[in-house]
């Protein structure tokens, strides 16, 4: 009889065997309908085997076969197999979400709904020139569905916020309609002759990679902000669609991906390309998955998620801004997409691209013993555009109005008379990140979290940034009843306030999570900033990352000591980028930017190398702490996490997870302490720190003790992370 061994989305590391009955040609990676105890469930087929443990009248039959979507591949199981090893997480809830929604469901996906368009007649015929000049986005949308045939209604929304809106014109006009097939335009590689010349050390990188087309080699391409990194994927992209490949570009956040998409689709107009992030409808995400997935999507673009896209001619993968945090998962399966890559890479023997002005230490090491090959971009692409001057600020002398120093004033007044754009850098979104009693002491603090309530003044609310929790801001103090409550520091809000009195004649725009929350605002406000129609931006880090605002000539970091001193190891690997980062946004053009940053502790080394853009300096010096405490990368980690609504179930259980510690493994084991943010939404949560010298050590061990743990039992919640980032 044959058997199918299935892997469902449950929390139990074990496949499911049911027979195949006469359900046809079954293969592996096909979707299957099965009953599972009272429910009926989807499953991924993982096995076919002709023998099962179980008895043969226990075995059930498979329900369906599903028909609708063509089986994961090999290829793409393997690295989800391998994800579930490295990670110790169930292999059924590793395949299941690694699928579109649709696919997860229980009934087969109807036909995807059209959301191709494409010009008629009418709409070929049309010049762009007969459109009158201000209609600036009809104009490129005219010349976009002129190059690419079809575009999806993704593609459309990546044109520009009202490009929706002008597609639905073109279609009451008669110019374009919907259709459900999407023509696959020829290949046409760029016209070399049309792009600028590469600088010697992007020629010397893009010769280098090329070189390694063909095999598995990751390469840490490392270059300050405007370096022509991008060139650079652009380029090897380039050649290997002319071979026919598919490239994966995998990007930290959904809002760095519209950018990019325009640039490759510039580049590539006639290669189809395809968005995977979570900002998609299932639909979308469904229809672009599968575009990859049958070969035809040449360049997918992405977010984390997208790391699983099925893609039978993976040539490439380029991970943008490698050291970004998002790129590892905080819940669920805790994965790293950038470490994953790298296995993927090295599964489907394809070159892997690193890209990053500060790369992780985890990175930098692995380029410093040659595992990697380092790639150095050293100055900026564009000739005249110089790096920011930065400088600090001492605010333990300077008297500060409203947050702001004189300096930082001076200059923000020096931008306003020369027409040019300041941005303001400020980590906290809200008014102001806490409410005080000055009598007493109170502060409001989440009774739900360890964290504190801050402070939204407009909307007369207390919000907890961490679980949502939101109240009233009492009327009087609820310790001692003192009606003076007042906010305490700075947060967007409060900044935004105090700059319209100080200028009131600025134009000030707030981006921050709240300022943005309608779908297309984030996109209309940065399209406010590139056409010069705000004169400061107030941002927090949504901003920090990738954006190129020609006008931009001062940055201000108005406070950023939080992290110097903070008990997070790597706080000031964070807080390094994360200002390099930001302090990159100015002076991108041949406008010279600069940097202020106010701090207390200007002497700090973080930013004496920040002054002179020193990462290597900065990581040399972060490596030698690390080796010196043996932290990663001189050692490997594994938390084991538990929750409980009583911090004493969560470590008792952990002391029991300590008493079934298998034998023989060279591993160390701390004692199980609270977690730095020790209750989250109610529960209260700690760990126990596992470390290794060598990551074989390391996976021995956790395969061994994961099998134990799962017989514990308790009540608790509790999972592994491996490689862990937060503690
Ligand atoms: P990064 O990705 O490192 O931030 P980009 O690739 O975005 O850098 O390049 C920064 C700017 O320099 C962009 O405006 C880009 O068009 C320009 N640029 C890149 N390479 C070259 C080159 N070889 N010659 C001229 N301009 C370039
Ligand atoms: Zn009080
Ligand atoms: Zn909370």
Same mark, same amino acid.
């Given at each position: 009889m044959k058997i199918l061994r299935v892997a469902l989305d449950v929390p139990l590391d074990t496949l499911f065997d049911y027979s195949a009955a006469d359900q046809g040609e079954i293969a592996i990676g096909d979707r299957v309908l099965v009953s599972f105890g009272r429910r009926q469930m989807v499953g991924v087929v993982a096995e076919i085997t002709d023998h099962s443990n179980l008895a043969p009248g226990r075995i059930k039959p498979v329900l369906q076969v599903f028909r609708d979507s063509p089986p994961l591949s090999g290829e793409i199981f393997r690295l989800l197999r391998f994800c579930a090893d490295y990670y110790h997480h169930p292999l059924g809830e590793v395949v299941l979400n690694a699928l579109p929604v649709p696919l997860r469901q229980t009934k087969p996906v109807a036909r995807a709904k059209p959301t191709g368009y494409h010009l008629t007649e009418t709409g070929l015929a049309l010049e762009t020139d007969t459109l009158p000049a201000r209609a600036i986005v009809k104009r490129k949308l005219l010349q976009s569905l002129k190059q690419a045939g079809t575009l999806l209604r993704s593609d459309i929304a990546a044109i520009s916020p009202s490009a929706p809106q002008a597609i639905k014109e073109f279609i009451a006009r008669g110019w374009a309609e919907e259709s459900e097939e999407i023509a696959e335009p020829a290949p046409t590689p760029a016209k070399a002759d049309d792009l600028p010349p590469l600088t010697p050390p992007q020629e010397q990188a893009v010769t280098a990679i090329l070189s390694g087309q063909d095999h598995f080699q990751v390469w840490l391409l490392y270059g300050i902000t405007g370096s022509g990194k991008t060139e650079v994927y652009l380029r090897v992209i380039a050649q290997v669609l002319q071979h026919g490949g598919q490239a994966l570009v995998l990007v930290p956040e959904i809002n760095l991906t519209p950018q990019l998409e325009s640039r490759f689709r510039a580049r590539f107009p006639d290669t189809c390309q395809v968005s995977l992030h979570s900002r998609l409808s299932a639909g979308e995400r469904l229809r672009n998955w599968s575009l990859a997935q049958s070969g035809r999507a040449r360049i997918v673009l992405g977010t984390r998620l997208a790391l699983f896209t099925p893609m039978p001619k993976l040539k490439l993968i380029v991970v943008d801004e490698e050291h970004d945090g998002s790129f590892k998962q905080q819940d669920g399966l805790r994965y790293s997409a950038r470490d994953m890559a790298v296995a993927r890479g090295k599964q489907a023997g394809t070159p892997v691209i690193l890209g990053s002005a500060t790369p992780a230490l985890e990175t930098w090491y692995n380029a410093g013993i040659g595992r990697y090959q380092k790639l150095e971009l050293p100055a900026r692409a564009i000739a005249e555009a110089a790096l920011p001057a930065i400088h600090c600020i001492d605010i333990s002398r300077a008297k500060l109005a409203d947050g702001l120093s004189d300096s930082l004033i001076d200059a923000l007044r020096a931008r306003l008379e020369r027409g040019e754009q300041s941005l303001i850098f400020i980590n906290r979104r809200g008014y102001a990140p806490?409410?005080?009693?000055?009598?007493?002491?109170?502060?409001?603090?989440?009774?739900?979290?360890?964290?504190?309530?801050?402070?939204?003044?407009?909307?007369?609310?207390?919000?907890?940034?961490?679980?949502?929790?939101?109240?009233?801001?009492?009327?009087?103090?609820?310790?001692?009843?003192?009606?003076?409550?007042?906010?305490?520091?700075?947060?967007?809000?409060?900044?935004?306030?105090?700059?319209?009195?100080?200028?009131?004649?600025?134009?000030?725009?707030?981006?921050?999570?709240?300022?943005?929350?309608?779908?297309?605002?984030?996109?209309?406000?940065?399209?406010?900033?590139?056409?010069?129609?705000?004169?400061?931006?107030?941002?927090?880090?949504?901003?920090?990352?990738?954006?190129?605002?020609?006008? #931009?000539?001062?940055?201000?970091?108005?406070? %950023?000591?939080? $992290?110097?001193? @903070? =008990?997070?190891?790597? !706080?000031?690997?964070? &807080?390094?980028?994360?200002?390099?980062?930001?302090?990159?946004?100015?002076?991108?053009?041949?406008?010279?930017?600069?940097?202020?940053?106010?701090?207390?502790?200007?002497?700090?080394?973080?930013?004496?190398?920040?002054?002179?853009?020193?990462?290597?300096?900065?990581?040399?010096?972060?490596?030698?702490?690390?080796?010196?405490?043996?932290?990663?990368?001189?050692?490997?980690?594994?938390?084991?996490?538990?929750?409980?609504?009583?911090?004493?179930?969560?470590?008792?259980?952990?002391?029991?997870?300590?008493?079934?510690?298998?034998?023989?493994?060279?591993?160390?084991?701390?004692?199980?302490?609270?977690?730095?943010?020790?209750?989250?939404?109610?529960?209260?949560?700690?760990?126990? #720190?596992?470390?290794?010298?060598?990551?074989? %050590?390391?996976? $021995?061990?956790? @395969? =061994?003790?994961?099998? !134990?743990?799962?017989? &514990?039992?308790?009540?608790v919640r509790w999972s592994l992370d491996v490689d862990p980032l937060e503690f």
């Open positions: 806490v409410m005080r009693c000055a009598q007493c002491g109170w502060v409001s603090t989440c009774h739900r979290c360890s964290s504190r309530l801050v402070v939204h003044l407009r909307e007369k609310r207390l919000r907890c940034h961490h679980c949502g929790h939101e109240s009233r801001i009492p009327p009087t103090c609820p310790d001692c009843g003192n009606a003076d409550l007042a906010p305490l520091g700075q947060g967007t809000q409060r900044l935004e306030d105090n700059l319209g009195s100080l200028f009131p004649s600025a134009r000030i725009l707030r981006v921050d999570r709240d300022s943005t929350k309608r779908k297309q605002a984030l996109p209309e406000m940065l399209e406010r900033i590139h056409a010069a129609e705000v004169d400061i931006v107030i941002g927090t880090q949504l901003l920090a990352k990738g954006h190129d605002f020609k006008k #931009l000539t001062l940055v201000g970091v108005v406070n %950023a000591d939080g $992290a110097l001193y @903070s =008990a997070d190891f790597r !706080a000031s690997e964070r &807080l390094f980028a994360q200002l390099m980062q930001v302090s990159g946004r100015a002076g991108r053009d041949a406008l010279p930017g600069i940097v202020l940053i106010q701090t207390q502790f200007p002497t700090h080394p973080l930013f004496q190398a920040l002054i002179k853009h020193d990462y290597p300096g900065f990581a040399e010096t972060l490596l030698t702490e690390r080796k010196q405490a043996e932290f990663p990368p001189f050692c490997h980690q594994a938390l084991l996490r538990a929750e409980a609504p009583q911090m004493e179930t969560a470590l008792a259980f952990l002391r029991k997870a300590q008493g079934v510690v298998p034998q023989d493994f060279d591993v160390n084991l701390f004692d199980p302490v609270p977690a730095q943010m020790t209750r989250l939404a109610g529960m209260e949560r700690a760990h126990l #720190l596992v470390q290794a010298a060598s990551r074989g %050590a390391l996976q $021995a061990f956790l @395969s =061994a003790w994961n099998k !134990a743990l799962f017989g &514990l039992g308790g009540n």
